[in-house]
């Protein structure tokens, strides 16, 4: 909206950290988690419950930061919040429904655990 106007609002790096950067970040370290230790049902539900507070901050956050507050139906919205919020809770969803013996994770396939 502000870019077709031709004016942008100011630009506040704290803000923008913390609705863009932090939930990134926090969805690499749980993928990350599975990746070198096993999908748990924990990291699963991690992934859902960060999914859903990415898809939602539109609704939830401005109240907390004015700063952020987007339009609910900007192309920009749906791109860098909706869509990834629901794309990670998906995720989590599926390893959530995985049998316990296909989350194994790379210590599990290297061998140096039991998967009993």
Same mark, same amino acid.
Do not use: S, Y
């Given at each position: 909206m502000w870019i077709e106007r031709g004016r942008? =609002? @100011?630009?506040?790096?704290?803000w923008y950290l913390g609705m863009m950067i932090a939930p990134a970040v926090a969805v690499?370290?749980?993928l990350v988690y599975q990746w070198n230790m096993r999908i748990d049902r924990a990291s699963s539900i991690a992934l859902i419950v960060l999914g859903i507070g990415t898809g939602l901050y539109p609704f939830?956050? =401005? @109240?907390?930061?004015p700063a952020m507050t987007m339009r609910l139906d900007w192309i920009g919205t749906i791109v860098s919040m909706y869509l990834p919020g629901v794309?990670?809770?998906?995720?989590g969803l599926l390893q959530f429904r995985l049998p316990t013996g296909e989350r194994p994770g790379r210590r599990y396939r290297a061998g140096v655990a039991s998967t009993s």
């Open positions: 942008l =609002p @100011p630009f506040d790096a704290g690499a370290i749980v939830w956050g =401005p @109240p907390i930061w794309l990670v809770a998906a995720a």
